[in-house]
C-alpha cells in the first residue's frame, strides 16, 4: 500500500519561500502517474496547488501565478512544493496526493492522501 | 476557471436516511469528476472517480452519477460514519486545472 508523508517547517515568515517535501513509501515514485498538492485555509475547503504528471509535465493553479514550483527527486523517491512570496492567505494544512491507478488518474483523482501538514504564515 | 457549486451546503439526515447531494459545473467537464469524503480531522478520502466509479473498497451504498454539468453523490442508506464533509471535484480539458466545489456537510438530524 502506497503512503505519502510530508515534512517541512510548520512556520513560515511572510515574503519567504514555503518547502514541504512528500516521501513516498510501499511502492516506486515511478509506479505513480501523477502526484501532486492540494491544501485546505482553516475551516475551509480545498484548494488544488499544482500537478506533476508521470511524462514530466506539471500544471498548477493559475490563481497562484508563477509562485508554485513542483518537482519530483526519483532517487530520493519523493516530491516536494516550493511556494514563493507566502502571506498570511497562505496558512493552511498542505497535503501531498498521488494517482497511483490508471483509471483514477485518468480522470485526475487522487486515491492517496498524505496525513496533511500545518503550515502557518507569521512573522 | 470552471466553477463548482455543490448544495445543499448542508444536509440534516437520520442514520439509515437517504442522502442526495449535487455538484454543478458551470460548464461541461465530461465525465472529470470525483468525489471525495472528509471526516473530521482527517484527510479527504476518494470515494467516487470518472463520475460513477467507486474507488477502491468503498461501499456499494455509495454512488455518483451525471455527466456534463450536473452530477450527484447518492448515499443510500447513511450509516454512523458517513456524517462528513463531502467535496466534488472537476478537471478542465486543457490546460488541466483542478477545481473543487465548496463542499456538503451532512450531519445528524
Known amino acids: 500500500q502506497v503512503q505519502l508523508q510530508e515534512s517541512g517547517p510548520g512556520l513560515v515568515k511572510p515574503s519567504e519561500t514555503l518547502s514541504l517535501t512528500c516521501a513516498v513509501s510501499?511502492?516506486?515514485?515511478?509506479?505513480?502517474?501523477?502526484w501532486g498538492w492540494i491544501r485546505q485555509p482553516p475551516g475551509k475547503g480545498l484548494e488544488w496547488i499544482g500537478t506533476?504528471?508521470?511524462?514530466?509535465?506539471?500544471h498548477h493553479n493559475p490563481s497562484l501565478k508563477s509562485r508554485v514550483a513542483i518537482s519530483v527527486d526519483r532517487s530520493k523517491n519523493e516530491f516536494s512544493l516550493r511556494l514563493s512570496s507566502v502571506t498570511a492567505a497562505d496558512t493552511a494544512i498542505y497535503y501531498c496526493?498521488?494517482?497511483?491507478?490508471?483509471?483514477?488518474?485518468?480522470?485526475?483523482?487522487?486515491?492517496?492522501w498524505g496525513q496533511g501538514t500545518v503550515v502557518t504564515v507569521s512573522s | 476557471e470552471i466553477v463548482l457549486t455543490q448544495s445543499p451546503v448542508t444536509l440534516s439526515l437520520s442514520p439509515g436516511d437517504r442522502a442526495t447531494l449535487s455538484c454543478r459545473a458551470s460548464?461541461?467537464?465530461?465525465?472529470?469528476l470525483t468525489w471525495y469524503q472528509q471526516r473530521p480531522g482527517q484527510a479527504p478520502r476518494l470515494l467516487i472517480y470518472?463520475?460513477?466509479n467507486r474507488a477502491t473498497g468503498i461501499p456499494a451504498r455509495f454512488s455518483g452519477s451525471g455527466s456534463g454539468t450536473d452530477f450527484t453523490l447518492t448515499i443510500s442508506s447513511l450509516e454512523p460514519e458517513d456524517f462528513a464533509v463531502y467535496y466534488c471535484?472537476?478537471?478542465?480539458?486543457?490546460?488541466?486545472?483542478?477545481?473543487f466545489g465548496g463542499g456538503t456537510k451532512v450531519e445528524i438530524k
Open positions: 470518472g463520475a460513477s
Open positions: 496526493v498521488s494517482g497511483t491507478k490508471a483509471a483514477i488518474a485518468a480522470k485526475d483523482g487522487f486515491d492517496i
Open positions: 510501499g511502492s516506486s515514485i515511478s509506479s505513480g502517474y501523477h
Open positions: 506533476v504528471y508521470h511524462g514530466g509535465s506539471t
Open positions: 471535484q472537476q478537471r478542465s480539458n486543457w490546460p488541466p486545472e483542478l477545481t
Open positions: 460548464q461541461s467537464v465530461s465525465d472529470y
